[in-house]
Each structure stands twice: as structure tokens, then as C-alpha cells.
């Protein structure tokens, strides 16, 4: 069965400087879908960043972006020029390419809670 | 933005109080989701639904039942709450294509249900 592990409980950033998540996952197949959600104090979860794991680019959306190491089964998460709006819990995701069973469901990592200092 | 509202954002009651959350989603998606979460803490899937008249038990064991009448309405209840279903509850939903991977499967949370159980 595929795990998604996030290793940092917390972490913590200075406004305007950048911070990277770590996210690693297992799984024994070849296709997939990755995905970065943020969930802010008391407000709705949304989707940071998508990574389809047959493009070796790695994605961004503005100040986000991810280091996505297939190899290694790796999927970082970048954030630059940090702001007091990104303090959040961030959840990384896997999703198997199958829609049977279970088997399309997202698979979340435990979270990190990221603080943002002025 | 996503368009995925859930009713009521928060409820305190008493125990043994029979309890709905209402979720409601106007993107067309078959596929719709409960998680249950407590403040800061990991997401445990406790039931799905791939479309009308279509309900599964998640990975978290839940006392709660759910029903999908209407592909746009997937409302969850607590016959009888308790102290221990004290918590928070994401409803999300997302597309479902079993005859082809066009979509990521992403998933759409509402804003959450907060439930206190006295």
C-alpha cells in the first residue's frame, strides 16, 4: 500500500525568506499524481500545487514549487519571499492513476504547520 | 474557487442528540468525501461516494452514516453524539473518471463542519 510521509511536525520561516517542505511517498507504481494542500487557521483546505508524475518538470505556481524526485520518490515543497498569509498546515498528497476501490482516493501525509514570523 | 458549502460551520450539542451535516457541491463532481480532523492533526477518510446511491466505509471507522440521493448532496449523520465524535468535518469532492486519467482527481474540501459534543 502506498504511505506519504511528512517528517517536519513544524516549521517555521521569516517573512520574505523561503522555506522548503519535505515530503517522500512509496509506492511500487510508475504513474501517479502528487499534490501540496494548504489548510489555514479555521478556513477552507485548498490546492497549492499539482505534480502528474510522468513530467519531469517540476511544477510551479508562483511563489510555490516543488522539487519533485522520482528516483528517490521525493516531492518538496518550495516557498519563496514568505508571507504572513502562508502560515498554514501544509498536507502532501498521493494519488494512484486507478479509479477502482479505494484505489483513487488521495492518500495524506500527517501535515506540517508552518509559522511565518514578521 | 471551489463551490462546496457545508452546514452548519459550527454545532455544540447535547449528547445522545441525533445530528446532520449537510454538504452541497455545484461542480458536478460524482465523486464526494468525509474526513474527519481534529485542530491541527492528520485527515481520516471515513466514508465516500462515487456517485447516487453509491456510499463506502473510509480507512477511519466511523459510527456516522452517510447517503447520496442526489449526486450534488452528501449529507452525514450522528444518530446518537457523543463526547468521543467531538471534532471536525471536511467534506470535499472531486471528478471521477474511471475510463481515463484526463483529470488529477483533486480533490474540493468545503469550509468544515466544527461538532462539539457536550
Redesign the interface.
Known amino acids: 500500500a502506498q504511505t506519504v510521509t511528512q517528517s517536519q511536525p513544524e516549521m517555521s520561516v521569516q517573512e520574505a525568506e523561503t522555506v522548503t517542505l519535505s515530503c517522500t511517498y512509496d509506492t511500487s507504481e510508475s ?1 501517479y ?1 502528487l ?1 501540496w ?1 494548504k489548510q489555514p487557521p479555521s ?5 497549492v500545487i ?1 505534480q ?1 508524475a510522468y513530467k519531469q518538470q517540476n511544477a510551479t505556481e508562483n511563489r510555490f514549487s516543488v522539487n519533485f524526485q522520482k528516483a528517490a520518490k521525493s516531492f518538496s515543497l518550495k516557498i519563496s519571499d514568505s508571507q504572513l498569509g502562508d502560515a498554514a ?1 501544509y ?1 502532501c498528497a498521493y ?1 494512484s ?1 486507478y ?2 476501490g ?1 484505489q ?3 492518500i ?4 506540517t ?1 508552518l509559522s511565518v514570523k514578521p | 474557487e471551489a463551490d462546496i458549502y457545508q452546514t452548519p460551520r459550527y454545532l455544540v450539542i447535547g449528547t445522545g442528540k441525533k445530528i446532520t451535516l449537510e454538504c452541497s457541491q455545484t461542480m458536478g463532481h460524482d465523486k464526494m468525501y468525509w474526513y474527519q480532523q481534529d485542530p491541527g492533526m492528520e485527515l481520516h477518510l471515513i466514508h465516500y461516494s462515487y456517485g447516487v446511491n453509491s456510499t463506502e466505509k473510509g480507512d477511519l471507522s466511523s459510527e456516522s452514516t452517510v447517503s447520496r440521493i442526489r449526486t450534488e448532496h452528501f449529507p452525514l449523520t450522528l444518530e446518537s453524539a457523543r463526547p468521543s465524535h467531538t471534532s471536525q468535518y471536511l467534506c470535499a469532492s472531486s471528478e471521477f473518471n474511471p475510463f481515463g486519467t484526463s483529470n488529477t482527481g483533486e480533490l474540493f474540501f468545503g469550509e468544515g463542519s466544527r461538532l462539539t459534543v457536550l
Open positions: 504513474d499524481y499534490f494542500y478556513r477552507q483546505m485548498i490546492l499539482r502528474e498546515m498536507f494519488r492513476p479509479y477502482g479505494s483513487g482516493n488521495l495524506f501525509g500527517k501535515g504547520k
